[in-house]
Protein backbone atom coordinates (compact mmCIF):
# COMPACT_ATOMS: atom_id res chain seq x y z
CA UNK A 1 0.00 0.00 0.00
CA UNK A 2 2.52 2.55 -1.13
CA UNK A 3 1.86 6.35 -1.40
CA UNK A 4 -0.89 8.72 0.68
CA UNK A 5 -1.51 5.48 3.21
CA UNK A 6 2.33 5.12 4.19
CA UNK A 7 2.47 8.49 3.96
CA UNK A 8 -0.47 8.93 6.92
CA UNK A 9 1.38 6.55 8.72
CA UNK A 10 4.71 8.74 8.87
CA UNK A 11 2.46 11.90 9.43
CA UNK A 12 0.42 10.43 12.86
CA UNK A 13 3.18 9.34 14.74
CA UNK A 14 2.24 10.60 18.37
CA UNK A 15 -0.23 8.02 18.60
CA UNK A 16 1.40 4.97 16.84
CA UNK A 17 4.68 2.55 18.04
CA UNK A 18 6.79 0.50 15.72
CA UNK A 19 5.90 -2.89 14.84
CA UNK A 20 7.47 -5.33 15.55
CA UNK A 21 7.88 -3.87 18.89
CA UNK A 22 10.88 -3.29 20.75
CA UNK A 23 10.10 -5.62 23.82
CA UNK A 24 8.85 -8.38 20.81
CA UNK A 25 11.68 -7.47 18.77
CA UNK A 26 14.50 -8.16 21.68
CA UNK A 27 12.38 -11.16 23.08
CA UNK A 28 11.55 -13.15 19.46
CA UNK A 29 14.95 -11.52 17.05
CA UNK A 30 17.41 -11.44 20.17
CA UNK A 31 16.63 -13.71 22.90
CA UNK A 32 15.30 -11.73 25.95
CA UNK A 33 13.60 -13.66 28.73
CA UNK A 34 10.68 -13.37 29.91
CA UNK A 35 12.07 -12.58 33.50
CA UNK A 36 13.95 -9.38 31.36
CA UNK A 37 11.44 -8.21 29.50
CA UNK A 38 9.06 -7.54 32.61
CA UNK A 39 11.99 -5.17 33.80
CA UNK A 40 10.90 -2.52 31.38
CA UNK A 41 8.22 -0.97 33.40
CA UNK A 42 7.38 2.15 33.68
CA UNK A 43 8.22 2.21 37.74
CA UNK A 44 11.77 1.41 36.71
CA UNK A 45 11.69 3.81 33.88
CA UNK A 46 10.90 7.00 36.20
CA UNK A 47 13.44 5.89 38.97
CA UNK A 48 16.35 5.30 36.29
CA UNK A 49 15.07 8.83 34.89
CA UNK A 50 15.02 10.39 38.25
CA UNK A 51 18.83 9.32 38.60
CA UNK A 52 20.04 10.42 35.07
CA UNK A 53 17.61 13.49 35.06
CA UNK A 54 16.35 12.96 31.91
CA UNK A 55 12.55 12.47 31.81
CA UNK A 56 10.20 11.38 29.12
CA UNK A 57 5.68 10.66 29.49
CA UNK A 58 4.49 8.68 26.88
CA UNK A 59 2.05 5.39 27.85
CA UNK A 60 4.03 3.10 26.13
CA UNK A 61 7.13 1.96 27.57
CA UNK A 62 8.46 1.53 24.85
CA UNK A 63 8.66 5.01 23.95
CA UNK A 64 10.16 6.00 26.63
CA UNK A 65 13.39 3.87 26.50
CA UNK A 66 13.66 4.51 22.74
CA UNK A 67 13.42 8.22 23.43
CA UNK A 68 16.74 7.65 25.88
CA UNK A 69 18.42 6.04 23.12
CA UNK A 70 17.44 9.00 20.15
CA UNK A 71 19.05 11.19 22.60
CA UNK A 72 22.14 9.10 23.13
CA UNK A 73 22.33 8.89 19.26
CA UNK A 74 21.84 12.21 18.76
CA UNK A 75 24.40 13.60 21.41
CA UNK A 76 27.21 11.37 20.90
CA UNK A 77 26.67 9.95 17.22
CA UNK A 78 25.91 13.12 15.09
CA UNK A 79 27.57 16.18 14.30
CA UNK A 80 30.68 17.02 15.85
CA UNK A 81 31.23 13.57 17.74
CA UNK A 82 30.32 12.08 14.35
CA UNK A 83 32.66 13.09 12.75
CA UNK A 84 35.76 12.11 15.53
CA UNK A 85 33.68 8.55 14.61
CA UNK A 86 34.67 8.55 10.88
CA UNK A 87 37.89 9.80 11.04
CA UNK A 88 38.71 6.01 13.33
CA UNK A 89 36.31 4.38 10.42
CA UNK A 90 38.32 5.97 7.85
CA UNK A 91 41.56 5.40 9.77
CA UNK A 92 40.59 1.95 10.46
CA UNK A 93 39.20 0.91 7.11
CA UNK A 94 42.87 2.30 5.57
CA UNK A 95 44.59 0.07 8.12
CA UNK A 96 42.13 -2.79 7.30
CA UNK A 97 42.57 -2.16 3.16
CA UNK A 98 46.13 -2.09 3.34
CA UNK A 99 46.98 -5.19 5.88
CA UNK A 100 45.00 -7.67 3.88
CA UNK A 101 46.92 -10.29 3.40
CA UNK A 102 44.64 -11.39 0.23
CA UNK A 103 45.65 -8.41 -1.61
CA UNK A 104 48.88 -7.55 -3.34
CA UNK A 105 50.34 -5.53 -6.07
CA UNK A 106 50.26 -8.13 -8.71
CA UNK A 107 46.53 -9.98 -9.58
CA UNK A 108 45.08 -12.34 -7.36
CA UNK A 109 41.54 -13.83 -6.88
CA UNK A 110 39.25 -13.90 -4.41
CA UNK A 111 36.03 -16.08 -3.88
CA UNK A 112 33.44 -14.14 -2.79
CA UNK A 113 33.83 -10.37 -3.07
CA UNK A 114 30.92 -9.58 -0.19
CA UNK A 115 32.87 -11.95 2.27
CA UNK A 116 35.83 -10.40 1.61
CA UNK A 117 35.36 -6.81 2.27
CA UNK A 118 32.10 -6.94 4.39
CA UNK A 119 34.69 -8.44 6.95
CA UNK A 120 36.59 -5.61 6.39
CA UNK A 121 34.19 -2.75 6.62
CA UNK A 122 32.67 -4.56 9.59
CA UNK A 123 36.14 -4.43 11.43
CA UNK A 124 36.53 -1.05 11.16
CA UNK A 125 33.29 0.12 11.83
CA UNK A 126 33.42 -2.20 15.26
CA UNK A 127 36.58 -0.69 16.22
CA UNK A 128 35.66 2.82 15.76
CA UNK A 129 32.42 2.68 18.05
CA UNK A 130 33.58 -0.30 20.23
CA UNK A 131 36.78 0.18 21.27
CA UNK A 132 40.24 -1.69 20.26
CA UNK A 133 39.21 -5.09 22.22
CA UNK A 134 36.44 -6.38 21.38
CA UNK A 135 37.83 -8.16 18.24
CA UNK A 136 40.90 -9.41 20.57
CA UNK A 137 38.81 -10.54 22.90
CA UNK A 138 36.00 -12.22 21.21
CA UNK A 139 38.39 -13.50 18.17
CA UNK A 140 35.66 -15.28 15.66
CA UNK A 141 33.46 -11.94 16.43
CA UNK A 142 32.77 -11.26 12.87
CA UNK A 143 32.10 -14.86 11.86
CA UNK A 144 29.62 -15.06 14.60
CA UNK A 145 28.12 -11.70 13.40
CA UNK A 146 27.64 -13.18 10.02
CA UNK A 147 26.18 -16.62 11.31
CA UNK A 148 23.84 -14.71 13.40
CA UNK A 149 22.51 -12.50 10.29
CA UNK A 150 22.46 -15.97 8.14
CA UNK A 151 20.23 -16.62 10.72
CA UNK A 152 18.09 -13.86 11.36
CA UNK A 153 15.18 -15.21 8.75
CA UNK A 154 14.61 -18.17 10.45
CA UNK A 155 14.25 -16.88 13.93
CA UNK A 156 12.06 -13.73 12.87
CA UNK A 157 10.01 -15.89 11.74
CA UNK A 158 9.40 -17.75 15.00
CA UNK A 159 10.31 -20.85 14.40
CA UNK A 160 11.03 -23.20 17.59
CA UNK A 161 14.51 -23.84 18.42
CA UNK A 162 14.26 -27.67 18.02
CA UNK A 163 13.54 -26.93 14.25
CA UNK A 164 16.44 -24.97 13.00
CA UNK A 165 18.81 -25.32 16.35
CA UNK A 166 21.94 -23.66 14.54
CA UNK A 167 20.37 -20.44 13.97
CA UNK A 168 19.66 -20.09 17.98
CA UNK A 169 22.87 -21.55 18.42
CA UNK A 170 24.66 -18.89 16.22
CA UNK A 171 22.54 -16.62 18.69
CA UNK A 172 23.84 -17.88 21.73
CA UNK A 173 27.65 -17.34 20.63
CA UNK A 174 26.53 -13.66 20.26
CA UNK A 175 25.05 -13.55 23.95
CA UNK A 176 28.38 -15.08 25.02
CA UNK A 177 30.89 -12.87 23.01
CA UNK A 178 29.13 -9.32 24.25
CA UNK A 179 28.85 -10.93 27.72
CA UNK A 180 32.48 -12.22 27.67
CA UNK A 181 33.64 -8.65 26.24
CA UNK A 182 31.36 -6.48 29.11
CA UNK A 183 33.10 -8.37 31.83
CA UNK A 184 36.08 -7.66 30.54
CA UNK A 185 35.70 -4.14 29.97
CA UNK A 186 34.15 -3.63 33.27
CA UNK A 187 36.94 -5.17 35.15
CA UNK A 188 39.43 -3.22 33.02
CA UNK A 189 37.78 0.15 32.64
CA UNK A 190 39.42 2.91 35.64
CA UNK A 191 36.09 3.61 37.53
CA UNK A 192 38.16 5.90 39.51
CA UNK A 193 39.11 8.29 36.45
CA UNK A 194 36.68 11.22 36.24
CA UNK A 195 39.06 12.25 33.14
CA UNK A 196 37.28 9.71 31.64
CA UNK A 197 33.53 10.36 32.38
CA UNK A 198 32.45 12.72 29.51
CA UNK A 199 35.24 11.70 26.86
CA UNK A 200 34.09 10.86 23.34
CA UNK A 201 35.78 7.74 23.22
CA UNK A 202 38.42 5.44 24.89
CA UNK A 203 39.63 2.45 23.71
CA UNK A 204 38.31 -0.04 26.60
CA UNK A 205 34.19 1.06 25.82
CA UNK A 206 35.06 2.69 22.98
CA UNK A 207 32.44 5.62 22.12
CA UNK A 208 30.49 7.17 25.25
CA UNK A 209 27.18 6.03 22.88
CA UNK A 210 28.14 2.24 23.77
CA UNK A 211 28.98 2.67 27.05
CA UNK A 212 25.92 4.69 28.24
CA UNK A 213 23.66 2.41 26.45
CA UNK A 214 25.04 -0.78 28.54
CA UNK A 215 24.79 1.18 31.80
CA UNK A 216 21.29 2.29 31.24
CA UNK A 217 20.28 -1.21 31.03
CA UNK A 218 22.07 -2.32 33.97
CA UNK A 219 20.71 0.08 36.02
CA UNK A 220 17.42 -0.86 34.70
CA UNK A 221 18.02 -4.35 36.36
CA UNK A 222 18.45 -6.37 33.35
CA UNK A 223 20.65 -9.77 33.88
CA UNK A 224 23.85 -10.21 32.47
CA UNK A 225 22.44 -12.31 29.57
CA UNK A 226 19.83 -9.51 29.25
CA UNK A 227 22.21 -7.01 28.78
CA UNK A 228 24.08 -9.05 26.62
CA UNK A 229 20.21 -9.29 24.33
CA UNK A 230 19.93 -5.54 24.08
CA UNK A 231 23.64 -5.02 22.90
CA UNK A 232 22.98 -7.47 20.32
CA UNK A 233 20.58 -5.88 19.40
CA UNK A 234 21.38 -2.41 19.05
CA UNK A 235 24.40 -3.48 17.13
CA UNK A 236 22.15 -5.46 14.38
CA UNK A 237 20.59 -2.61 13.62
CA UNK A 238 23.67 -0.57 13.04
CA UNK A 239 25.38 -3.03 10.85
CA UNK A 240 23.33 -5.53 9.28
CA UNK A 241 22.24 -3.09 6.37
CA UNK A 242 25.35 -0.37 6.47
CA UNK A 243 27.93 -3.03 5.45
CA UNK A 244 25.89 -4.60 3.02
CA UNK A 245 24.77 -1.72 0.85
CA UNK A 246 28.38 -0.59 0.84
CA UNK A 247 28.68 -3.85 -0.73
CA UNK A 248 25.65 -3.41 -3.42
CA UNK A 249 27.19 -0.18 -4.40
CA UNK A 250 30.14 -1.35 -5.06
CA UNK A 251 29.35 -4.17 -7.07
CA UNK A 252 26.67 -2.27 -9.14
CA UNK A 253 29.46 0.16 -10.07
CA UNK A 254 31.77 -2.60 -10.70
CA UNK A 255 29.57 -3.93 -13.51
CA UNK A 256 29.40 -0.31 -15.51
CA UNK A 257 32.91 0.20 -16.88
CA UNK A 258 31.47 3.91 -17.75
CA UNK A 259 30.02 4.11 -14.24
CA UNK A 260 33.34 3.54 -12.23
CA UNK A 261 35.42 5.88 -14.66
CA UNK A 262 33.09 8.16 -13.69
CA UNK A 263 32.86 7.34 -9.72
CA UNK A 264 36.57 6.98 -9.82
CA UNK A 265 36.52 10.36 -11.21
CA UNK A 266 34.45 11.75 -8.75
CA UNK A 267 35.79 10.49 -5.41
CA UNK A 268 39.24 11.59 -6.25
CA UNK A 269 38.54 15.37 -5.66
CA UNK A 270 37.63 13.99 -2.56
CA UNK A 271 40.77 12.49 -1.21
CA UNK A 272 43.50 14.89 0.64
CA UNK A 273 46.89 13.85 2.26
CA UNK A 274 46.80 13.46 5.94
CA UNK A 275 48.93 11.97 8.71
CA UNK A 276 47.52 8.55 8.27
CA UNK A 277 48.07 8.98 4.44
CA UNK A 278 45.39 9.92 1.62
CA UNK A 279 41.78 10.12 3.09
CA UNK A 280 38.52 11.40 2.06
CA UNK A 281 36.87 14.63 3.07
CA UNK A 282 33.26 13.33 3.91
CA UNK A 283 31.55 16.17 3.05
CA UNK A 284 32.86 16.30 -0.35
CA UNK A 285 31.85 13.01 -1.13
CA UNK A 286 28.21 13.43 0.84
CA UNK A 287 27.74 16.62 -1.82
CA UNK A 288 28.36 14.27 -4.81
CA UNK A 289 25.09 14.22 -6.86
CA UNK A 290 26.50 10.56 -8.79
CA UNK A 291 27.54 8.88 -5.65
CA UNK A 292 24.05 9.77 -3.78
CA UNK A 293 22.04 8.65 -7.36
CA UNK A 294 23.92 5.31 -6.70
CA UNK A 295 23.21 5.13 -2.94
CA UNK A 296 19.57 6.25 -3.18
CA UNK A 297 19.13 3.77 -5.90
CA UNK A 298 20.77 0.85 -4.20
CA UNK A 299 18.55 1.13 -1.36
CA UNK A 300 15.14 1.46 -3.69
CA UNK A 301 16.15 -1.88 -5.19
CA UNK A 302 18.48 -3.65 -3.06
CA UNK A 303 18.02 -2.62 0.70
CA UNK A 304 14.87 -1.84 1.57
CA UNK A 305 12.93 -3.75 4.26
CA UNK A 306 9.81 -3.77 6.33
CA UNK A 307 7.92 -1.46 8.30
CA UNK A 308 5.25 -1.43 10.38
CA UNK A 309 3.40 0.66 12.71
CA UNK A 310 0.50 -0.02 15.75
CA UNK A 311 -2.21 2.78 16.73
CA UNK A 312 -2.73 2.61 20.06
CA UNK A 313 -6.23 3.72 19.60
CA UNK A 314 -9.07 3.81 17.66
CA UNK A 315 -8.68 6.81 15.36
CA UNK A 316 -6.12 5.29 12.95
CA UNK A 317 -7.82 6.18 9.21
CA UNK A 318 -5.75 5.66 6.16
CA UNK A 319 -6.50 6.89 2.59
CA UNK A 320 -9.04 5.39 0.57
CA UNK A 321 -11.16 5.02 3.92
CA UNK A 322 -9.36 2.02 6.00
CA UNK A 323 -10.00 2.46 9.08
CA UNK A 324 -7.58 0.24 11.61
CA UNK A 325 -8.36 -0.72 15.43
CA UNK A 326 -5.86 -0.06 18.28
CA UNK A 327 -3.69 -3.30 18.59
CA UNK A 328 -3.68 -3.96 14.45
CA UNK A 329 -0.25 -4.02 13.14
CA UNK A 330 -0.33 -2.53 9.55
CA UNK A 331 3.13 -3.77 7.84
CA UNK A 332 4.72 -2.03 5.04
CA UNK A 333 7.11 -3.02 2.41
CA UNK A 334 9.77 -1.23 1.48
CA UNK A 335 10.83 -2.82 -1.65
CA UNK A 336 7.51 -2.90 -2.98
CA UNK A 337 6.94 0.46 -2.46
CA UNK A 338 10.17 0.79 -4.84
CA UNK A 339 8.42 -1.31 -7.36
CA UNK A 340 5.51 0.99 -8.09
CA UNK A 341 5.28 2.00 -11.94
CA UNK A 342 2.63 4.55 -10.93
CA UNK A 343 5.23 6.77 -9.40
CA UNK A 344 8.87 5.73 -10.27
CA UNK A 345 11.06 7.11 -13.39
CA UNK A 346 11.53 4.56 -15.90
CA UNK A 347 12.99 6.65 -18.64
CA UNK A 348 11.48 7.32 -21.67
CA UNK A 349 9.22 4.51 -22.98
CA UNK A 350 10.81 2.51 -25.94
CA UNK A 351 8.85 1.92 -29.45
CA UNK A 352 8.25 -1.85 -27.94
CA UNK A 353 6.26 0.00 -25.33
CA UNK A 354 8.78 -1.43 -22.65
CA UNK A 355 10.38 1.07 -20.41
CA UNK A 356 13.86 2.71 -21.10
CA UNK A 357 14.76 1.46 -17.14
CA UNK A 358 12.63 -0.55 -15.47
CA UNK A 359 11.93 -0.60 -12.00
CA UNK A 360 13.61 -4.18 -11.11
CA UNK A 361 16.90 -3.35 -12.65
CA UNK A 362 19.74 -1.20 -11.52
CA UNK A 363 19.79 2.61 -13.17
CA UNK A 364 22.45 4.87 -11.86
CA UNK A 365 21.15 7.98 -12.73
CA UNK A 366 17.81 7.40 -11.61
CA UNK A 367 17.66 9.85 -8.59
CA UNK A 368 19.23 12.47 -10.63
CA UNK A 369 17.42 15.44 -12.23
CA UNK A 370 19.75 17.70 -14.67
CA UNK A 371 17.77 21.17 -15.66
CA UNK A 372 16.81 20.88 -19.34
CA UNK A 373 17.74 17.05 -19.62
CA UNK A 374 15.20 14.51 -20.83
CA UNK A 375 17.18 11.58 -19.96
CA UNK A 376 17.80 12.70 -16.35
CA UNK A 377 14.60 14.39 -14.71
CA UNK A 378 14.56 13.15 -11.25
CA UNK A 379 13.28 9.50 -9.50
CA UNK A 380 9.47 10.46 -9.75
CA UNK A 381 7.72 9.89 -12.79
CA UNK A 382 6.88 12.96 -15.19
CA UNK A 383 4.55 13.65 -18.39
CA UNK A 384 5.84 10.77 -21.06
CA UNK A 385 7.90 12.42 -23.90
CA UNK A 386 7.65 10.80 -27.74
CA UNK A 387 9.32 6.98 -27.49
CA UNK A 388 13.38 7.15 -27.20
CA UNK A 389 14.48 4.74 -30.12
CA UNK A 390 15.26 1.29 -29.01
CA UNK A 391 19.14 0.45 -29.42
CA UNK A 392 20.57 -2.59 -27.81
CA UNK A 393 23.85 -0.63 -28.00
CA UNK A 394 22.93 2.61 -26.03
CA UNK A 395 24.73 3.05 -23.25
CA UNK A 396 23.58 2.91 -19.58
CA UNK A 397 25.47 5.37 -18.64
CA UNK A 398 27.05 8.88 -20.01
CA UNK A 399 29.36 11.08 -18.93
CA UNK A 400 30.05 14.92 -19.98
CA UNK A 401 28.55 18.35 -18.43
CA UNK A 402 25.11 16.52 -17.13
CA UNK A 403 27.29 14.98 -14.65
CA UNK A 404 27.97 18.88 -13.15
CA UNK A 405 24.94 20.31 -13.52
CA UNK A 406 23.10 17.07 -11.87
CA UNK A 407 21.73 17.29 -8.65
CA UNK A 408 20.14 13.96 -6.81
CA UNK A 409 16.99 14.34 -5.34
CA UNK A 410 13.80 12.23 -3.48
CA UNK A 411 11.48 14.55 -4.52
CA UNK A 412 8.28 13.62 -5.31
CA UNK A 413 8.37 9.65 -3.46
CA UNK A 414 6.45 10.55 -0.18
CA UNK A 415 5.08 7.31 1.01
CA UNK A 416 7.46 5.14 -1.93
CA UNK A 417 10.81 5.64 -0.45
CA UNK A 418 11.60 5.07 2.97
CA UNK A 419 15.05 3.21 3.83
CA UNK A 420 15.07 4.62 7.26
CA UNK A 421 11.73 4.27 8.31
CA UNK A 422 9.62 7.90 8.74
CA UNK A 423 8.07 10.32 11.25
CA UNK A 424 8.89 9.90 15.19
CA UNK A 425 10.53 6.52 14.29
CA UNK A 426 12.64 7.64 11.85
CA UNK A 427 16.51 6.16 12.29
CA UNK A 428 18.52 8.06 14.15
CA UNK A 429 21.77 6.42 12.74
CA UNK A 430 20.87 7.27 9.12
CA UNK A 431 23.49 9.55 9.01
CA UNK A 432 26.05 7.35 10.31
CA UNK A 433 25.22 4.91 7.97
CA UNK A 434 24.94 7.58 5.40
CA UNK A 435 28.74 8.27 5.68
CA UNK A 436 29.97 4.71 6.67
CA UNK A 437 28.81 3.51 3.43
CA UNK A 438 30.01 6.47 1.40
CA UNK A 439 33.36 6.26 2.46
CA UNK A 440 33.63 2.55 2.06
CA UNK A 441 32.96 2.65 -1.35
CA UNK A 442 34.82 5.64 -1.89
CA UNK A 443 38.25 4.26 0.34
CA UNK A 444 37.75 0.71 -1.38
CA UNK A 445 37.77 1.91 -4.90
CA UNK A 446 40.75 4.15 -4.11
CA UNK A 447 42.69 1.22 -3.04
CA UNK A 448 42.24 -1.53 -5.25
CA UNK A 449 41.34 -1.98 -8.70
CA UNK A 450 38.88 -4.94 -8.54
CA UNK A 451 37.32 -6.85 -12.08
CA UNK A 452 34.42 -9.23 -11.89
CA UNK A 453 35.78 -13.03 -12.96
CA UNK A 454 31.91 -13.45 -14.54
CA UNK A 455 30.09 -9.85 -15.18
CA UNK A 456 27.30 -11.82 -16.66
CA UNK A 457 26.50 -14.21 -13.59
CA UNK A 458 27.29 -11.25 -11.11
CA UNK A 459 24.48 -9.70 -12.97
CA UNK A 460 22.30 -12.38 -11.45
CA UNK A 461 22.93 -11.63 -7.93
CA UNK A 462 19.95 -10.76 -5.73
CA UNK A 463 18.99 -10.19 -2.15
CA UNK A 464 16.97 -11.96 0.41
CA UNK A 465 15.25 -8.81 1.75
CA UNK A 466 11.91 -9.87 -0.44
CA UNK A 467 11.34 -12.69 2.12
CA UNK A 468 8.40 -12.38 5.08
CA UNK A 469 8.96 -10.94 7.50
CA UNK A 470 12.61 -10.19 7.11
CA UNK A 471 14.98 -11.44 4.92
CA UNK A 472 18.64 -10.48 3.70
CA UNK A 473 20.18 -8.24 1.75
CA UNK A 474 23.70 -10.06 0.94
CA UNK A 475 24.50 -11.55 -2.35
CA UNK A 476 22.28 -14.82 -2.54
CA UNK A 477 25.89 -16.50 -4.50
CA UNK A 478 29.46 -15.79 -4.26
CA UNK A 479 31.47 -13.14 -6.56
CA UNK A 480 34.76 -13.93 -7.53
CA UNK A 481 36.94 -11.23 -8.52
CA UNK A 482 40.40 -10.59 -9.93
CA UNK A 483 42.22 -7.81 -7.33
CA UNK A 484 45.00 -5.99 -6.43
CA UNK A 485 46.55 -2.56 -4.89
CA UNK A 486 46.27 0.26 -7.27
CA UNK A 487 49.69 1.97 -7.28
CA UNK A 488 49.60 5.42 -5.04
CA UNK A 489 50.46 8.73 -6.79
Known amino acids: MPGKQIEGLFRRSSSLVPTPSLFDALTIFFG ?93 NI ?69 LRDIEYEPIWGTQYVRKMIQRHEALGLS ?28 HILLDASLLRRVRHQISFAFQSTEVGEQPDIKVLMKDPLLNSIYYETLRLRVASTVGRTSLDDQLCLAGGWKVKAGVPVMFTGWLAGLDVSCWNTGQDLSSGK ?29 RVQPARESPQRPTTHMGTEDERSRASVAGLRGHFFPFGGGAFRCPGETLAKQVIFASVAMVLQSYDLRLIDPEEARKIEPGHRELPFGLHSFDRPVPVEICKLSET
Not at 88 to 116: C, M, Q, T, Y
Request: glycine share 6%; hydrophobic share 40%.
Open 224 to 251: NNGVAVVMLGYFFVAMANTVPAALWMIV
Open 355 to 383: PQHPLEAFWAERFLDCPGSSSVSGPAKKK
Open 127 to 195: EALYGEHLLRICPTFCQDFWNFYKAFPNISKGLPRWLVPSSYQARDEMHKNFDRWRTWCSENYNWDNDG
Open 32 to 124: LSGRDIHIFNHDRISAYEASVGFYTDHPDVSRRIMEHQRQDFAHYLQGRNLVFVMERFKKNLASELSAASEVGHDWGRIPDLFSFLSNLILRA
